[in-house]
């Protein structure tokens, strides 16, 4: 298996940009998880997905952040209107999703760097 | 206050050593998962483990439920053991350490 895929791997846009994230998850998986990375916030859980649906987005810093998981294979981040603190690593993981949703082993994708000029 | 700690911070040891990082928590889990984050930004999902000890190659975890503190062991460490480890606790929510930067030189 490849493992979590996600693209972009590095996105550079300016303020007020949409910018769009995508995460393959590994087959077979049914929890997805969103996670953000900054120097000064550290890990951050953003969303999680189970069989598709969103189950905590309590981590979603704002109604600027989106995310949608329209098929098993597939989950979008999108920031709409994006602004320089938004810059960080976006991180994609997923797990089996059968034994309890963040109970499990999960397999991260190797990111996207996001700046926001 | 964090709801996870982590400490050291910063980690410097000569190869060979024998290395521990320790996590303490304050909420209640279901869940204790050890991280390995590489220079390169990648993570790897180390350990997760909700009673008594895993060991994994050199890499030993061990957890105490009723004093809420985890240990990570790396025993014979390695330069390319080089990384930084994320603890990190999940329950209701998901809580991250801040993470310990550990280098191993030759």
């Known amino acids: 298996d490849a493992g979590v895929i996600q693209s972009p791997r590095h996105e550079v846009t300016e303020m007020g940009q949409e910018v769009t994230l995508r995460c393959k998850p590994i087959?077979?998986?049914?929890?997805l998880f969103w996670y953000r990375q900054t120097m000064m916030r550290g890990l951050e859980l953003l969303i999680y997905f189970n069989n598709n649906v969103p189950i905590d987005d309590s981590g979603m810093p704002e109604d600027r952040f989106s995310a949608k998981m329209p098929n098993a294979s597939f989950s979008t981040l999108k920031i709409q209107p994006s602004e320089p603190r938004d810059s960080a690593v976006y991180f994609c993981?997923?797990?089996?999703?059968?034994?309890?949703?963040?109970?499990?082993?999960?397999?991260f994708g190797p990111g996207t760097r996001l700046l926001v000029l | 206050k964090n709801e996870v700690e982590q400490s050291p911070q910063n980690l410097t040891a000569q190869e060979g050593e024998f290395i521990t990082i320790n996590c303490s928590y304050s909420?209640?889990?279901?869940?204790l998962h050890w991280l390995q984050q590489h220079p390169g930004g990648g993570i790897v999902s180390l350990f997760m483990l909700s009673s008594g000890k895993k060991k994994h190659g050199r890499l030993i975890a061990t957890i105490n439920i009723q004093e809420k503190h985890s240990s990570l062991h790396i025993t014979a460490s390695h330069p390319r053991d080089s990384a930084v480890y994320i603890c990190?606790?999940?329950?209701?929510?998901?809580?991250f350490g801040t993470g310990t930067s550990l280098t191993v030189i030759p």
């Open positions: 087959s077979g998986h049914n929890s």
């Open positions: 909420v209640g889990i279901s869940a």
């Open positions: 990190a606790a999940s329950g209701n929510q998901f809580y």
């Open positions: 993981a997923s797990s089996l999703g059968l034994a309890g949703l963040i109970q499990e082993t999960q397999y």
